[in-house]
């Protein structure tokens, strides 16, 4: 089962997923898609992973998150648009080859039996990127939004807090 996440910058996503996942089980996993690309975010994600308590199994994989030992577990995988970003890197910024990956990645996590909450964002709402690649990054962003929120079982936006259920 696929509980898709999706909202803006601090609109609650992953707090909402984590609480989510807490009801469900008792020992949920966490899956970082990040790459620590600065010292900040490292702290970034220092804190996160103090913030989360001893009951999570922690696993951090840039692509591929079907290989990860998930099946039958409760996992919050946050979130799409880091995911994406390793992707699109590995393909050249190359939009099409990057969707099919992607899309290839939901499909045989979709196959596997457990429920996973995907966190993402929502990143087309704002201002139109400078650069013809961020232009291009905002365009994957949102089909990849789009598959997994088709794919979902359920799919909640996220808005100052509060959850509105999509499906």
């Not at 620590?36 to 998150?65: K, M, N, Q």
């Amino acid at each position: 089962m696929i509980v898709y996440v999706s909202g803006g910058v601090r609109s609650g996503k992953s707090r909402y997923a984590q609480e989510r996942a807490r009801q469900l089980s008792d020992v949920p996993v966490y899956v970082a898609t990040a790459r620590i690309w600065d010292d900040e975010f490292g702290r970034r994600v220092d804190r996160h992973r103090a913030e989360r308590g001893p009951e999570w199994t922690t696993y951090e994989r840039e692509s591929d998150l079907a290989v990860l030992p998930v099946t039958n577990r409760v996992a919050v995988i946050d979130c799409v648009t880091l995911w994406l970003t390793n992707l699109f890197m590995a393909h050249d910024s190359d939009v099409a080859r990057t969707l099919t990956a992607f899309r290839a990645e939901v499909d045989a996590l979709a196959a596997l039996p457990g429920t996973f909450l995907i966190i993402s964002n929502e990143i087309g709402m704002g201002l139109h990127a400078d650069t013809e690649l961020g232009r291009a990054f905002t365009d994957l962003q949102g089909w990849a939004n789009q598959y997994v929120a088709a794919t979902a079982n359920e799919a909640v936006f996220m808005v100052s807090g509060l959850p509105i259920r999509l499906k």
